[in-house]
């Protein structure tokens, strides 16, 4: 179970943190990541972190976007900066199980989105 907190409405150049908080899931090295679905597009990959630390990153957000986990609240945070309205979609938490991939369909576990709107 994945929930999405945090989404908004800013300013381009403004920073936004969402959060996806995870609760009973089962036991095993989560590969948590963010996607996110513009009006009238496909759902694409944002980042990805393992348990490990490994990260991959959209090239579109490549050293704007920063994602990070907090396991003793087993929360994961998807930090943006210096947002531009072509950011905003519903951006969505993501789990599997084992490595890194940028594969919507490698994902089992989802979350119900939280809608991020970047006005110019």
């Known amino acids: 179970h994945l929930v999405e907190s945090g989404g908004g409405l800013v300013q381009a150049g403004d920073s936004l943190r969402l959060s996806c908080a995870a609760s009973?899931?089962?036991?095993?090295?989560?590969?948590m990541a963010w996607f996110r679905q513009a009006p009238g597009k496909d759902r694409n990959f944002v980042a990805a972190?393992?348990?490990?630390?490994?990260?991959d990153y959209a090239d579109s957000v490549k050293g704007r976007f920063t994602i990070s986990r907090d396991n003793a609240k087993d929360t994961v945070y998807l930090q943006m900066n210096s947002l531009k309205p072509e950011d905003t979609a519903v951006y969505y938490c993501?789990?599997?199980?084992?490595?890194?991939?940028?594969?919507?369909?490698?994902?089992?576990?989802w979350g119900q989105g939280t809608q991020v709107t970047v006005s110019s």
């Open positions: 972190l393992t348990t490990s630390g490994n990260t």
């Open positions: 993501a789990a599997k199980f084992f490595g890194i991939s940028r594969l919507r369909s490698m994902y089992t576990y």
């Open positions: 009973d899931q089962p036991p095993g090295p989560l590969t």
